[in-house]
């Protein structure tokens, strides 16, 4: 019979999938089930009760306490409601356990597919060092570093050798988690010491390695999806240079300094990773570009990436319903030639509960009313609505706003427009920020790099985004006052409370108050 | 109806009055003439107007600048006790010490004058305190950092002063609200 970890690929037959994350990727994986007719199990914690994902969904099971350790982490009880609803698959969304080797082969083991890469795959590309090994051997650059994980007593000796700036990063690492820059030899063992204890808490893994910084590089990746028949079709490069302390914060497709030539060697150099693993279902090779165009692998991830919509918005295709396809054993059978080629440009930014005039502190709370924008060529990937708190437990992303349009200057006005038309009232948003970010010259210009907006940020001090002019603020004079006199229980209202009636009730209160004629 | 609203530090006099089938606004002496139209409970469309709308005639048309158009939104926002203006997509923060006060006043965090009192802006636990007690902090300088939504946060000091009190160490867990240290 199967060996453990091998991947099952004779399930023609899924009828049901369960979902093993929240928010909107939960809800982003049950839109494409339902499109395949294939029915959805939501899991939830406790203060994910009335979450979108969960309404969304067909069936809905408690998985533990708000705390992710204990629920969206714990392995046993996600099995136990798969088997109790009778799911035959499992999608795990990206964060969470979707990169978890633990997590894909206790699915596998209960009998059930896993709609992601083998526990194999997973382990090894989730290795840093391992995954530079693995470039390394399918012929792809990757930048200057060590190979395995460091102990304390050879770190100084091998950082002189590769040299200042230098990058100290977690074996286990993601998301800047458990990451320092090193610029003075003199802060190298503060800087080990604090990404071991990051990596230690964020990933149970506190090994680290080193690598060389680059200058201004620039992070393009390569998304491929990869079937069970031996194909690998890698897609138009992501421009996700645009970082927030290591955090993606806009992505766009295609990058502006990408050129055909340069398409072709980083798209080959990933199909060519990717085959070198064996790997299937969908995963991005990570790369770092330097000023002079030549580009080194990164690291990969794998499993569907938070920012896959403008992938989608540029080729035409739906990469989860492509990765439920190629769990059930299909065959790729799309035109290599037609993913390479972008069809427009497509622009997204993540949307956030941060206050972005306060160091981009989270903003938790109860979101008061929310109206996303719409129109030609916009997409919103939303698992927020009104009436929902932001919880505190997770990570605080409201929504992916994508913008979609025939060339890039159309996309970034269309996205500009977008932004106008985004409400989110009741909480602090990085709205504001997105829409000075879209204004910059250097922006519309293309001239960034990963640590292009750390820099600017740094630069401008604190200086709020949100500059309302003399106008707007007389105006929310106005408004403010008519609100108050006009709603006698507006605090109510306002506090997420359900006010009666609308606006008859409101015009009845009004004439009550005798501020308006009957 | 007389009403005290604070925008950005500076207060102002907002008194409106009925007029005609809208309302008279005076802002600081200033009369905007306002149609103002309930979309829900939180949101209003408003026409706002120089001249009242009678004035408006054949002989003397609108003139740009007249009859514009704006989208207001006016919610609680989480937390502060203050009003979350939008004005179309822009948001202001709204204090009104009117007749009716909503929800309580800010208490002096970040006032320009007064004991500057950091507290956690959500529950946490304390990854790092970067000062110590006497130390000289300069605006915008980092003091503690809390790990909460599996990020690190540096709470930071809003102006200069003196640290005078610690109240937390490393490691510690705290609630949403707790004061972690004072700046004098």
């Known amino acids: 019979m199967r060996k453990r970890g091998a991947p099952k690929y004779n399930h023609h037959d899924l009828k049901k999938v369960l979902i093993a994350n929240r928010g909107e990727i939960a809800v982003r994986v049950a839109r494409a089930c339902r499109e395949l007719g294939l029915s959805t199990v939501a899991v939830y914690s406790e203060c994910d009760r009335t979450a979108l994902h969960v309404r969304y969904a067909d069936e809905a099971y408690p998985i533990g306490p708000s705390a992710p350790r204990e629920s969206y982490l714990r392995i046993d009880r996600l099995i136990d409601a798969a088997e109790k609803s009778g799911a035959d698959a499992v999608h795990p969304g990206y964060g969470f356990l979707a990169e978890n080797e633990a997590f894909a082969a206790a699915v596998g083991d209960a009998g059930l597919t896993f709609i992601g890469p083998s526990p194999a795959a997973i382990k090894t590309m989730g290795s840093k060092t391992a995954a530079r090994a693995a470039a390394i051997r399918a012929g792809a650059p990757v930048v200057p570093g060590t190979e395995q994980p460091l102990a304390d007593a050879d770190i100084a000796g091998i950082a002189a050798s590769i040299g200042y700036p230098l990058l100290v990063k977690a074996v286990a690492g993601g998301g800047g988690k458990g990451m320092r820059t090193v610029t003075d030899p003199s802060d190298l063992v503060d800087a080990v010491r604090a990404a071991r204890s990051e990596a230690g808490a964020a990933f149970g893994d506190a090994s680290v390695y080193l690598e060389r910084r680059l200058t201004r590089p620039r992070h393009i990746e390569v998304q491929l999806l990869a079937d069970a028949h031996g194909t690998v079709v890698p897609f138009v490069e992501r421009e996700c240079s645009i970082q927030r302390r290591h955090q993606k914060v806009v992505e766009e497709s295609p990058s502006l300094v990408v050129s055909p030539a340069l398409r072709a060697a980083m798209t080959s150099a990933a199909a060519s990773i990717a085959s070198a693993v064996g790997y299937t279902n969908a995963g991005t090779i990570e790369f770092l570009v330097d000023e002079d165009g030549r580009f080194y692998f990164l690291e990969m991830n794998t499993r569907l990436q938070v920012e896959h919509p403008i992938t989608e918005l540029v080729t035409g295709l739906d990469l989860v319903r492509w990765q439920i396809r190629i769990a059930r054993g299909e065959k790729l059978d799309i035109d290599p030639a037609r993913m390479l080629t972008p069809h427009g440009h497509a622009i997204e930014c993540r949307i956030y509960a941060e206050d972005p005039d306060n160091n981009f502190l989270p903003s938790p709370g109860r979101i008061l009313q929310l109206r996303a924008p719409a129109g030609p060529g916009i997409r919103d990937d939303s698992g927020a609505a009104a009436g929902l708190d932001v919880p505190i437990f997770y990570d605080p992303m409201i929504s992916k706003l994508a913008a979609w349009a025939e060339d890039r200057p159309l996309a970034i006005a269309r996205m500009r427009r977008a932004l106008d038309e985004y409400l989110v009232a009741g909480i602090k948003t990085t709205l504001p920020f997105f829409r000075w970010l879209l204004a910059q010259r250097d922006f519309h210009d293309g001239r960034f790099h990963t640590t292009y907006l750390d820099e600017v940020l740094k630069a401008r001090n604190g200086v709020p985004f949100t500059e309302a002019s003399a106008e707007v603020e007389e105006i929310a004079a106005i408004g403010a006052a008519l609100q108050v006199m006009l709603s006698p229980s507006a605090s109510a209202s306002a506090a997420g409370c359900a006010a009666p009636g609308g606006p008859q009730a409101w015009r009845a209160r009004a004439r009550a108050e005798g501020l308006r004629g009957a | ?184």
């Open chain 2, 1 to 184: 109806m007389q009403y005290e609203v604070e925008i950005g530090g500076r207060p102002r006099r907002v008194v409106v009055t009925r007029s005609g089938g809208g309302f008279a606004v005076s802002v600081d002496g200033r009369t905007h003439f306002v149609d103002a139209a309930r979309i829900d409970a939180q949101t209003m469309s408003l026409v706002v107007d120089s001249v009242p709308p009678a004035e408006h005639s054949a002989a003397r048309p609108a003139s740009p600048g007249d009859r514009r158009g704006y989208e207001v939104n006016v919610a609680l926002l989480t937390g502060a006790g203050e009003l979350q203006v939008h004005v179309g997509p822009v948001p202001v923060v709204v204090s009104m010490n009117g007749r009716r006060r909503w929800g309580q006043k800010h208490d002096g965090h970040g006032a320009a004058s007064g004991p500057q009192k950091v507290v956690a802006p959500m529950p946490g636990k304390i990854v790092r305190v970067l000062v110590a007690a006497g130390d000289q902090v300069s605006p915008r300088q980092p003091v503690v950092v809390v790990e909460a939504m599996k990020m690190e946060n540096e709470l930071r000091a809003s102006r200069e002063g003196t640290i005078a009190e610690i109240h937390v160490r490393q490691g510690m867990s705290v609630e949403a609200g707790a004061l972690l240290l004072v700046i004098q």
